[in-house]
């Protein structure tokens, strides 16, 4: 299991605690000092059953100055992701083939 995490975001916090408390001892990605890659995000969607626009955090300062209101290709927007990992909904957890996006917390259940 891999948490995408984010140590100042609450939600982020709260999500890996839920899965500490369930036994896992998740591999933990601080994703704004390791962004993941383009190939890494496609996988990442794929397993989500995502676009890349359904992770993009629009509430973020970057997005509304650089990218509200731009219509992008998935791939382009992926690769506005892997240059920009705050842009990145968080957290994401990944566990095999399956992924989650921690909002809310107990959405991770579905992994556990």
């Known amino acids: 299991m ?8 609450a939600t982020s916090r709260k999500t890996l605690a839920l899965i500490e408390e ?4 998740p591999e933990i ?3 704004l000092k390791t962004p ?6 496609k996988d990442i969607l794929n397993k989500l059953g995502m ?3 359904d992770i993009i955090r629009k509430k973020e300062k970057l997005f509304k100055e650089e990218y509200k209101g731009k219509e992008l290709t998935n791939a382009q927007w992926i690769k506005v992701l892997a240059k920009n990992p705050i842009l990145i909904e968080r957290p994401i ?5 399956k992924a989650v996006v ?3 917390p107990e959405n991770v259940n579905e992994l556990l």
């Open 2 to 9: 891999r948490i995408y995490h984010n140590n100042r975001c």
């Open 22 to 25: 369930a036994g896992e001892s």
């Open 29 to 31: 990605v601080e994703y």
């Open 36 to 41: 993941p890659s383009e190939a890494e995000l």
């Open 51 to 53: 676009n890349a626009e």
């Open 93 to 97: 957890v990944v566990k095999a083939n």
């Open 102 to 104: 921690g909002r809310p």
